[in-house]
Structure formats: structure tokens, C-alpha cells
């Protein structure tokens, strides 16, 4: 990577978590910026005004859409609850298929179809993770409305759609909403004063709730260590076995401080710590550090660095656990019934 990249990167990770401080350190600062967070609201309900009047319609594929998001920007947990969703409904006997805007990859103008060696640099990261560990189709494109299309009746039984609770031009059958256990809604105020994308409020409409972390009530989600992998050559370490060892660590996600945090509670000490922005370019700068221990990432950011990597770096595969199990099936149950067919409803 130049210099020039890197010098943006590094602003770019500066002003992320200035915006972190803000929106999660109680500052009274945020205030100052209230304005421009009430002329976000403004624009957001015009976005939604002709929908609600019904001068414009969503649009839906041929199959039932179930949209995983959340309120606030930055990362909640929606990669693992997606790809939870997607092996539960298998279990079932229910093909997903996956949308996603793709974020952070060039597409270009015809949606996108993710295979296992797909270039991260053209779908982005999550899309290619999605296809990896679900083996699901995967369809990507800024405009998911067109990806959706885009799938055949045959291919898939329902559709998910990635991080698409306000992508209104695309109707869905049932909403998840996946909030932070650990920092909830922050300060609670819109962009950009605040984290959330829309108001507090709209957790009134959603189908489901699913919390990622802390003490939350209802279906509460769990990020568990599955095992430490070498991309190299595919090596796999149980995770008990790194217990006491000494790392190095990077993450370019929307909370990185979730990631050290789970390194340290499974017995790690880090020596270094290398903080990056979500979705952030990984090249010799940023993978490259002193000394001989083992540099530890996401999976994420392993699947953006794809060849750059080499013996010494390993990614913590982590899986979505969701809590109780009875609660779960329930949540299911309930999707299901809704999204047969016939039953969906639009955006309003």
C-alpha cells in the first residue's frame, strides 16, 4: 500500500474513534452537532414519506425476503447472526440465498454472484465470508433490489438480506434486528451527533430482537471461539490450546475493542495492539509487525488480506450461540409462518 493510502487510513481510523468517544463516552459535545442530526431525521422520513402514502411500492423477488440489521453504524453482529440463519434454516430443509450492498468492493453494474475465490477487492468482505462458511449462494450489489431479482425461484427458498433495514426500495417479510448488548444505542442520538441510523423508535417494528453481548433481555446472542486457523495452509489449533501465549492483534471492524477483549478472555496476552477502520485495506504496512509471536485477526479482515498472508498470522472463527435454544426456535417458528408465501408485507 503507499504511503498516501496508509496516511488516509490512519485519519480515517483517528476520526472513527473520535466518533466512538462521542457517541459512546457520554460527551457533552455531541450536542454541538444536534443540528445537522435533526436535518439526518428530516431526510430520513422524507425517504420514507411515499412509502408510508403509498406513491411508491417496494419491490420483491420470488422469494420471501428476511432482512438482518441494525440502528446504529459500526459493527453488531449481523455477519455470524446471518450465517447462524442460514445453517438453521438447512437444518429445516430451507435453502437461503444471501443479498448484500457489498460494501467496501466494486461490483460494477450487474449483481455480483460470490464464489469461494472471488476477488475481495470486487464483493467485499463479509459477502465472501458469507460464501465460505455457508457454502449459500451469495448475490451482491449496491442496488439489492437488483440482486434480489437476480436470484431464480429454483435457487433458493427464502432470501437474506444483509444489513438492509433501510433499504427501502426492497420489501421484506420479517425484520431482525440485531442491537449492541455492550454499548446499546450509545448517546441515542441520529447522525451525526450520534450512532443511530434511525430513530430508537423503530425497534417497535421490528419482528425479531436479537442482542449480540451484555445482559439483555430476550434472545441474547453469544460470539463463541470456534478455533484459531492459519489461512496459509489451512492449519486448525483448538482454542484451548493457545491459552498463556503472547500475540500480536489487528482488527479493521466497526468494534475492535470487542475483538481484543474476547483474545484476552481466552487466557492471551497481547503485546501489540493494531487498530484499523472497518473494512480498512490490509497490505504490507498493516500486516507487518516486530518480533516472532503470532499476529491474530478477524476472520473479516483474513478474508481481505486473502494471499498477503503468511505463517504467522491466524484468524479467531468465531460462531453465532443464540440464547435459550427454545427461544430461538420460537423465532424461527414465527419467521416461517410469516414469510409463506402470500403473507409478506411492504415497507411503510
Request: aromatic share 6%; net charge positive.
Amino acid at each position: 500500500m503507499s504511503d498516501r493510502g496508509a496516511t488516509q487510513d490512519d485519519r480515517r481510523s483517528a476520526l472513527e474513534r473520535g466518533f466512538q468517544r462521542l457517541w459512546y463516552g457520554g460527551s457533552p459535545w455531541a450536542w454541538l452537532l444536534s443540528p445537522f442530526s435533526l436535518l439526518y431525521y428530516l431526510l430520513v422520513s422524507l425517504r420514507r414519506l411515499p412509502y408510508a402514502l403509498g406513491l411508491r411500492r417496494a419491490m420483491r423477488g420470488a422469494q420471501p425476503v428476511v432482512v438482518v440489521g441494525n440502528l446504529t453504524v459500526g459493527g453488531s453482529g449481523k455477519t455470524p447472526l446471518v450465517i447462524w440463519l442460514v445453517e438453521a434454516l438447512a437444518r429445516r430443509g430451507l435453502r437461503a440465498a444471501v443479498v448484500s450492498r457489498g460494501y467496501g468492493g466494486y461490483v460494477g453494474l450487474v449483481p455480483l454472484r460470490v464464489e469461494r475465490d472471488t476477488d475481495p477487492a470486487r464483493c467485499g468482505d463479509e459477502p465472501l465470508l458469507f460464501a465460505r462458511r455457508t457454502g449459500t449462494l451469495v448475490v451482491v450489489h449496491p442496488d439489492r433490489v437488483l440482486a434480489l431479482l437476480s436470484i431464480r425461484p429454483e435457487e433458493a427458498d427464502i432470501v437474506i438480506a444483509d444489513d438492509g433495514l433501510q433499504h427501502l426500495p426492497m420489501a421484506r417479510d420479517f425484520e431482525i434486528l440485531v442491537r449492541d448488548g455492550v454499548r446499546g444505542f450509545g448517546n441515542r442520538l441520529l447522525l451525526p451527533a450520534g450512532p443511530m441510523r434511525e430513530p430508537a423508535w423503530r425497534t417497535a417494528a421490528m419482528d425479531a430482537i436479537v442482542t449480540n453481548g451484555g445482559d439483555g433481555q430476550g434472545l441474547t446472542m453469544r460470539l463463541e471461539p470456534i478455533a484459531f486457523v492459519r489461512p496459509a495452509d489451512g492449519r486448525r489449533e483448538v482454542v484451548a490450546s493457545w491459552a498463556g501465549r503472547r500475540i500480536r492483534a489487528l482488527a479493521g471492524i466497526g468494534d475492535p475493542a470487542r475483538f481484543f477483549g474476547a483474545l484476552t478472555q481466552l487466557g492471551l496476552t497481547i503485546t501489540q495492539a493494531r487498530t484499523l477502520p472497518d473494512h480498512a485495506r490490509l497490505g504490507p504496512d498493516q500486516l507487518s509487525f516486530d518480533g516472532d509471536e503470532p499476529v491474530v485477526m478477524t476472520e473479516k479482515d483474513a478474508v481481505r488480506a486473502g494471499a498477503r498472508l503468511g505463517e504467522q498470522h491466524w484468524y479467531l472463527e468465531i460462531g453465532a450461540a443464540l440464547y435459550d435454544a427454545a427461544e430461538a426456535d420460537a423465532m424461527l417458528d414465527r419467521m416461517l409462518r410469516i414469510v409463506a408465501p402470500g403473507t409478506g408485507r411492504e415497507v411503510g
